[in-house]
């Protein structure tokens, strides 16, 4: 019989999400799926068809992604004019989706037929804008149901780190007004 101290337990390892999780295996599924499907249409009609259809939306896709990326140039420039100018910048309505149109774009360079169909329906002005609407309203309730020490309180906390390796959560509290002139910050690792 030993009569020494017990080795401590390693602390247990958190939660794996359920994104890193499924992600992989829904990869998979898509990736069999579509060679699947590649293998179904050259056997319906011929493997030259597939060869042309894979050609096509590798053309189309990067045919979009130009000209949302030339859109998408085109509405920085204007943007930095009018600031420039002292005037306030106006949102036109065919600045959004710019960043859809070159996920579309992205699918459809992608090779495979599912791909492509799902690219070329996020080219599609009212596909476009209710998949912009669901993600801004997710990204919104997700801000909102932030608590403390998660992303959408980091503007808030520190992270002071101790020199025997300890990290200690804070806050930071600024004692001096706004307008006074700051000299230069000390380093934070002494």
Do not use: C, Y
């Amino acid at each position: 019989m030993t009569t020494g101290a017990q080795t401590p337990r390693p602390p247990a390892r958190p939660r794996r999400s359920r994104l890193r999780t499924f992600l992989p295996l829904g990869i998979a599924a898509w990736l069999v799926l579509e060679i699947w499907l590649l293998t179904v249409v050259a056997g319906a009609s011929s493997g030259l068809v597939v060869f042309l259809l894979l050609v096509a939306g590798l053309f189309l896709g990067s045919v979009v992604i130009k000209r949302a990326g030339r859109r998408a140039f085109a509405n920085l420039t204007r943007t930095l004019q009018q600031q420039q100018a002292g005037t306030a910048p106006g949102t036109r309505p065919d600045s959004e989706g710019n960043g859809l149109m070159m996920l579309g774009g992205l699918l459809l360079i992608l090779p495979g037929l599912i791909s492509d169909a799902l690219g070329l329906l996020l080219l599609l002005p009212p596909v476009q804008k209710a998949v912009s609407r669901r993600a801004q309203h997710s990204v919104e309730r997700r801000l909102r149901e932030a608590g403390p020490g998660t992303f959408g309180d980091a503007f808030r906390q520190a992270r002071m780190h101790r020199p025997d390796g300890k990290v200690v959560q804070g806050e930071v509290v600024r004692d001096e007004p706004d307008d006074t002139p700051r000299g230069p910050r000390p380093p934070l690792d002494r």
